[in-house]
T-cell receptor
Framework: AQTVTQSQPEMSVQEAETVTLSCTYD???????LFWYKQPPSRQMILVIR??????QNATENRFSVNFQKAAKSFSLKISDSQLGDAAMYFC????????????FGQGTRLTINP | GAVVSQHPSRVICKSGTSVKIECRSL??????MFWYRQFPKQSLMLMAT?????????EQGVEKDKFLINHASLTLSTLTVTSAHPEDSSFYIC???????????FGDGTRLSIL
């Protein structure tokens, strides 16, 4: 079974600075998807960024980018120019490209933005 | 686009009551819907996967007679917590997917409190 590990329960960053959230995963599959979701206090799950495992190029969405290291099974999220609205729980998730399409989530990292 | 509506957002009821939660995809057809449970300060745990017109697939440890899932149409899935007890109090979130390898879109969640 696949597992996702986020080793940082909490992180904090100064507004306008850059922060990196870590995520590692374990799988024997070669084709899969990785995601970062944001859950603000409203509890809504918001997709931040998505990476296909077959793509070598790291995904980027405005201030959010990932460092995908397939051999190391690492998938970190970098948030540039942090804003107060970025404060939330961040979950890393894995999904197989075959069979069941269920998401496997990491434990989450609570990100605090200091003004 | 890709809006998922979950209703109700908050339920408070007495022990022994059955509670139904609805999950609707408003602007797309959801071939697959997922139900998650989230305890305070924890990650999302998948309860079951439902495909339109077929029986739900439950994760290990989830009682299918306790948590009844119906996916009668391509836009609606329901989760019924039967004879709810205080230990069933939690945050329940649904997600919907329009097809294989498409993103999951999440509802806003339902906070269930059993007195």
């Amino acid at each position: 079974a696949q597992t996702v590990t986020q080793s940082q329960p909490e992180m904090s960053v100064q507004e306008a600075e850059t922060v990196t959230l870590s995520c590692t995963y374990d799988t024997s599959e070669s084709d899969y998807y990785l995601f970062w979701y944001k859950q603000p206090p409203s509890r809504q799950m918001i997709l931040v960024i998505r990476q296909e495992a077959y793509k070598q190029q790291n995904a980027t969405e405005n201030r959010f980018s990932v460092n995908f290291q397939k051999a190391a099974k690492s998938f970190s999220l970098k948030i540039s120019d942090s804003q107060l609205g970025d404060a939330a729980m961040y979950f890393c998730a894995y999904r197989s490209a075959q069979g069941a399409q269920k998401l496997v989530f990491g434990q989450g990292t609570r990100l605090t933005i200091n003004p | 686009g890709a809006v998922v509506s979950q209703h109700p957002s908050r339920v408070i009821c007495k022990s022994g009551t059955s509670v139904k939660i609805e999950c609707r995809s408003l602007d797309f057809q959801a071939t697959t819907m997922f139900w998650y449970r989230q305890f305070p300060k924890q990650s999302l745990m998948l309860m079951a996967t439902s495909n339109e017109g077929s029986k739900a697939t439950y994760e290990q440890g989830v009682e299918k007679d306790k948590f009844l899932i119906n996916h009668a149409s391509l836009t609606l899935s329901t989760l019924t917590v039967t004879s709810a007890h205080p230990e069933d109090s939690s945050f329940y979130i649904c997600s919907a997917q329009s097809g294989a390898n498409q993103p999951q879109h999440f509802g806003d969640g339902t906070r269930l409190s059993i007195l």
